[in-house]
């Protein structure tokens, strides 16, 4: 399932995708990349001025999305009364759809061979605490990977000790002292969690679940990105609330949201870039 056999080198492709970026937005290099997951759609609208948008198809090693509800552009943004510059990843490859690790690191492989020095991951997720509603955005401290896998190859002994950058939460929490934060588990899916999972992910230190993100927070520290991983809880997770988990649901929860996790993104966006 790992399909890291190809010939090609996965920084070749990302290079040759941070290049046709370039060329076509004429911007040189960017400076932060955003990885947009459910409900977030919108988050980019507050960023700044949109440059540049390219199909995903467009780029080397990109794909079409999956999933209704996941956006399928690559935007280049100037970011608001900056000279800095944001590259929103509106689509993401899932672990889920089989096409390997290379192809879910993709995306933050192209972010850092774009010069991005500064990633932001957001997902959909289950929460499993109750008082977490549909539409609560939680700053993720830390993770636990259930995939199995990574996305590193060969003997790379990465550390993975502060992943989600403190400084960054911390940034976060200033423009929203009531955010909190929490580990996020990421189930290998597509099929949403049993009950019992569930009571597991808790067990062993979870307080959120999801089938994303921790590939891509791995391959962005090998490559020296800084990482701030937002999820927004869609729905409670399986078994936290009686009622039987729905996608419908969980879209209508995080367009909902929207409006108000897209300007706590942009804030916590364009006061990072201010500070650098
Ligand atoms: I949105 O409850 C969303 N994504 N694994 N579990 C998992 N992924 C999710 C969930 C959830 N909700």
Redesign the pocket.
């Known amino acids: 399932m790992s399909k890291k056999t190809d010939s090609v080198n996965p920084t070749e492709v990302a290079r040759a995708a941070a290049d046709v970026i370039a060329k076509r937005s004429q911007v040189p290099t960017h400076d932060i990349a955003l990885v947009l ?3 977030w759609a919108s988050a980019a609208e507050h960023l700044g001025e949109v440059v540049c948008e390219i199909p995903a198809g467009e780029v080397p090693g990109f794909r079409a999305p999956a999933v209704a509800g996941h956006g399928a552009a690559i935007t280049s943004i100037r970011i608001a009364d900056t000279d800095a510059h944001a590259l929103v990843l509106g689509s993401r490859t899932h672990y889920y759809e089989g096409h390997g690790v290379r192809a879910v690191a993709h995306g933050v492989r192209t972010a850092a061979a774009a010069g991005c020095s500064t990633l932001v991951l957001t ?5 499993l605490h109750e008082e977490w509603e549909p539409g609560t955005p939680v700053l993720i401290r830390d993770h636990i990977n259930l995939t199995g896998d990574s996305p590193l190859e060969g003997a790379t002994f990465v550390d993975l000790t502060d992943l989600y950058s403190p400084r960054l939460r911390a940034l976060a929490r200033r423009i929203d002292p009531s955010v909190e934060e929490g580990v996020y ?3 290998r ?1 597509p ?3 049993t009950p019992a999972e ?1 009571s597991m992910a808790r067990i062993i230190g979870g307080d959120l ?4 993100t921790t590939l891509e927070a791995i391959a962005a520290r090998e490559a020296g990105l800084e990482i701030l991983g937002i999820s ?1 809880v ?5 078994g936290i609330s009686p009622i039987p ?1 729905d ?1 419908a649901d ?1 879209i209508a ?2 367009k909902a949201a929207a409006p108000r996790i897209s300007r706590f993104l942009a804030d916590i966006v364009i006061a990072h870039v201010k500070e650098n």
């Open positions: 997951g459910s409900g997902n959909g997720c289950g929460g588990v990421q189930f899916g099929h949403y969690e569930v679940v999801g089938m994303s927004l869609t729905n409670p997770a399986a988990l996608h969980v929860a995080g």
